[in-house]
């Protein structure tokens, strides 16, 4: 673990949790040892304890206290180590239709055979709310899991419904109990976000990743804020309702009109358009997009909770009518509510899913409530409940988290294999495991609120403001530890020296007599002496948390050991001390190769010694997450990284293409995104990837880069000698090829006489482009660089994370080492290519970021474009191609001249956009409803425009950018033009008026009740006197009457599903946001 780079916040983690695990065993012994010797439990009072109490300086409170953040801090490292440190190679995503469809069947089996019936009968009651989310729950873990795409609008559309449930529940609360303190504010933060900012840090990941957090408490912030404002109106008949009409004004201009320019100019100052984990096109357009997909959904539930006295008052008068008159009422209705819905399903629901998300946030909440009104139908439907269900839908937001990283891997993208060979077996056991982490996260996660957040203001201020210091405090020594290269052990000594401190004043302060005399034993009999065996339950019970607590921590740190040794094991198979040697260890061995057939040293082969050196005078940072030049690097050869502004100068007028696997794929996403245009199918599981990939920039920018697959060496001569024929001379090629010849099995001898063809035609191009005969990199003779080609050689294979059988038997780093050699001896030192970018030194020390053994994670491929940008500006500064447009010369220098320049992670730059690109200059992409990105198939047909932020775009699925027409046709998309966002003011309108039907008609279900009422000529009417009266006069209650009316609010809150009552020892709460 020590040769492992640790971020900043994983230190801090590893000193948080190691403090907490060390104190806990030292309380547990001594909790023991009291139990051994008195037979009195020091921490019974907690055990017998049904709420989670204020912590104190007591035994059972500390004991408590240390106890669940050690749980907390244990299922955090399993979390980790499953990411990080697997014990078998991740499995790979697949569609199984059949299984998925049985597991949902099994789930309705299940789910009958678990009914309850409930003794409240309200229009969603909290049991059924909690059923409601549970099998929306399921269906969403199994969309993830099968990456079930088919069901992606279904999926969608329960996501709108979770956000739906925020502005219903929260508004309830807030209309009910009329508590906008600090502490319901505090309680409602750290139930959102205490879990996610400790995986964001113990993993390295950004808050944005797991996108339904931030959603949710942006959407809280909302409703709290549109009650905190005048809350005496929130009461009244028709105030509240214009406040509200208020708010859906606001959502409509942010959202709807002027293309995003409001959105824009509301979140820019707090959000970035430079990529990052979880946000590709950068944190700006991912919130746009995760909010524009149900930015009306709170407001819509909102409104529903206002109106639900109404709704519950029709629907229970309804029912003291005759049998006639409510089936009849209640049928018209459901006709009503049932129109829109059937109109939804046959002309919204089955459209592709790109065009789909434009129509969600208008269009979603017709099955909702279809969903809610047929749900509710009768006090039987209403009474029943599944149980299964109901537990299910108690740690929706544990299970969301905890997904990412012990259900699935990869941030989402791959599976925890813990059974290899047996897939269903497999499903089980993990199973298994994540239901009981994120269950137990759950119980920890409340309890430490109860605890830290008490709902005595002054402690709750106290509790948050100590939280944050020590977290604080722990982040920034974290990072002193990250930049002066102190590792895990550092962390470990800083916990053990904390944790004694900690356990010594406890002893101290409590007076804990452990060593002294029994106090009910014999006379005389202290020390060791007063001991007994451990046979009480609660003694056992003791020891046998002591011994596992040490087991599990001991058995998930030695996990980076076995994938260290496997590392060490690779690299003696690959040659040790990998491909390049400086120029002083390669002295006049040019011409050797090392035993594995690697090139011994670009340096001593290179005529252009700053193109030899590309590859020896970079680095990754000490956290392993910058790629940085070295200083002599900068001086001598003036390498740096490059911005956009400078990327587009340097690439516009020029014909880039690169051909060849997988890896150059990849590096033709990253020189796109550095571009500011990144590609949708970069993260795209679903997308066709073995296919041709183009894109241009801007008219005035006159650029051309392409991705060519060809991922065989003879498909990349075939591919260069028809440029031959039709005369074209692109100005810059990279080649990446041999992994697809090594996993199939091209015989030696082909692959071999292929590389010398391939050097041949390589050299040809010269010839034909009439360059001027400089001296290339490692050519053996003179050749004329007219176009400069670079070879990009393959990145690590590690081994012991190859996925399929196939690869682990044909695809090992051995193998391909071998494919390295001949390519190196054909075409470096045959000449016909120029430099090397050497994807070996570039991942080393990456291993543990290889997300399938073959492919790492962005940072690595921005790197090598980054040294293929510095090798074609070295080749214009020797002349070795066309000389540059003067305006893009003075920009790329220019632009690049920043010394020590450094990228940061899956990105390395920040977006230097001109005031009139802004957002034009990405491409937007649409994603999925997950952390993971996959399933980003999608088409964007970017133009710039100057004077705003819109991009023309027109979507397809399935195809890449590019030359080729988009594969949906305009009558599908309904002739319509979607202008650079997802907003459209037609839509927001009818939305609104929406909103107008249902505030000022008060009815629920956007006018279905009274239409339905009005077609059976029913006399049936409810007045907003009524409704609201005996209700209001409760709430509003002079003060002296306040425990009354505390207990009708607390009656009023859990008719409304949001009661809120204290945590009990194990966490479990009613309110469960």
Known sequence: MENAALSGGQMACSMLFGTAIITYLGLEISRLRVLMRDGVDPASRHVASKHSEPLAWTFPSLYAFFRDVAALGLVLLVAFMCEKYPLFPRGEKSWDGDMYWFLCLLLLVASVMTMRKGKCTDILNRDQTEEWKGWMQFMFLLYHYYKAEEVYNAIRIMITCYVWMTGFGNFSFFYIKQDFGVVRFLQMLWRLNFLVILLCLSQGNTYILYYICPLHTFYFLLVYATMRVLPKHNHGKWDVRFKLLGVGLLIYAAWDLFEGEVFKVLFSPFLSTAPVIGAKAGTLWEWYFRTSLDHWSTLLGMIFALNFPMATRWLTKLEEQSLGEQVRVKGLTGLCVAAPFLWWVWEIFPRPKLEYNLTNAYFGFIPLLAYIFFRNLTPGLRAWHSALLHDIGKVTLETYLMQHHVWLTSNAKTLLVLVPGFPKCNLVVVSVIFVFLSRQTFYITMSLRGMVLPDDRRRCVTGAVATLILLGALLGLGWVFTEVGAGFPAAVFVSAVAAMVLLALIH????????????????????????????????????????????LTTCLLSLPLRHLSSGAQNGQNSGGSGLVMTPAEAGGKAQKLAVTGQPSSYAAMATTPCLALLNEMGAWSKGGNEWMWNREGEMKCGFRGFDQGALRALYSERETVIMGDSLGRKYYFSLLAGLGSPAPEANNTEAKVHQDLGWEGAKEEKMDISFLWRPYAKDVVEEIQLWEEAGRKPDLVVLSFGL???????????????????????????????????????????????????????????DSKLLTADKQERMTEARVATVRRRTYESLVQGGGVQAVLDGRIVSRGQEERSLDGVHYDDPVYDALMQMGTNALVLWEKSGGGDEMKDKSKEVAIEGAGRARRAWRQRFLFEVDARPSEDIADWEPW???????????????WARRLQDGIAVNRTLASGVGIGGASPSISPQSLKSKEVDGSMSSPTHGAIILAVLLVMLFTMDSYFGASIVGRLLARSSLVITWEEAYEPLLSKLLRPPSHSGSAGQSCVKAAQQLGCDDSNTTRRGRSKHNT
């Not at 490692?778 to 294979?797: E, F, H, N, Q, V």
């Open 508 to 551: 101290r302060h409590l007076n804990l007599n452990l060593w002294g005399q029994a106090r009910h034993g014999p006379s005389g009999s202290g020390g060791l002496t007063g001991l007994r065996a451990p046979s009480s339950p609660e003694s056992v019970i003791s020891l046998g948390r002591v011994l596992c607590t040490l087991a």
């Open 926 to 940: 649409i994603s999925e409803p997950h952390g993971g990105h996959e399933g980003l198939h999608s088409i964007q």
């Open 740 to 798: 697809w010849d090594t996993l199939h099995n091209t015989p030696a001898a082909d692959f071999e006489a292929t590389l010398e063809t391939l050097n041949q035609v390589l050299k040809t191009m010269d010839e034909d482009a009439g360059g001027d005969g400089k001296v290339a990199v490692g050519a053996s003779s003179k050749s004329t660089p007219g176009i400069l080609r670079l070879w990009m050689m393959p990145t690590t294979i590690v």
